[in-house]
């Protein structure tokens, strides 16, 4: 099993919702990441958990938070966006040993925020 | 900070033909590992291939193939007999080691590639 499920694909949210992304993976992975693609973009990192740990914050608003319940599962926490928050979520997995590393991908969220 | 330059934001190439992209980067570090991934319509990254930094050895994988040149930190990818199914963008990445012991993978822009019939 090399896959990384996000739920859900698409996403509608107003300025005062709450609303979640799911990642979930089942590679045995230790490192997960959070990142956000602008259309014509390339990702750009938003954050990294390392054993369910969160390593890297790369200045992202607070109105996005993270969570890793358990080594499978990362979720990001959605509040009060602005509309310049639409754009596709990526989630992705690797291992965090650097002597076989590859981060796999999942098929993102695109989220429209209303 | 490392850097990922993609200097080709469109490129085109007939079916069955070869093509090569192009990357350079810039980085202090000795041990890394770079990456190109193709992004289609569907949105889903994937892996096309990778490249230790300290393999002097070219990466192969099928009909892809990169020309590392470590010194000129320059990482090209050659896509032979290319074929409709390889339209897509690619990014070129490339991932270092932080001092938390995590990945961190910085992108290039970009290249989109389209595959004429």
Known sequence: DTEVTQTPKHLVMGMTNKKSLKCEQHMGHRAMYWYKQKAKKPPELMFVYSYEKLSINESVPSRFSPECPNSSLLNLHLHALQPEDSALYLCASSQVRISNTEAFFGQGTRLTVV | ?117
């Open chain 2, 1 to 117: 900070a490392q850097t990922v330059t993609q200097s080709q934001p469109e490129m085109s190439v007939q079916e069955a033909e070869t093509v090569t992209l192009s990357c350079t980067y810039d980085t202090s570090e000795n041990n890394y590992y770079l990456f190109w991934y193709k992004q289609p319509p569907s949105r889903q990254m994937i892996l096309v291939i990778r490249q230790e930094a300290y393999k002097q050895q070219n990466a192969t994988e099928n009909r892809f193939s990169v020309n590392f040149q470590k010194a000129a930190k320059s990482f090209s990818l050659k896509i032979s007999d290319s074929q409709l199914g390889d339209t897509a963008m690619y990014f070129c990445a490339f991932m270092r080691l932080t001092q938390g012991g995590s990945e961190k993978l910085v992108f290039g822009k970009g290249t989109k590639l389209t595959v004429n019939p």
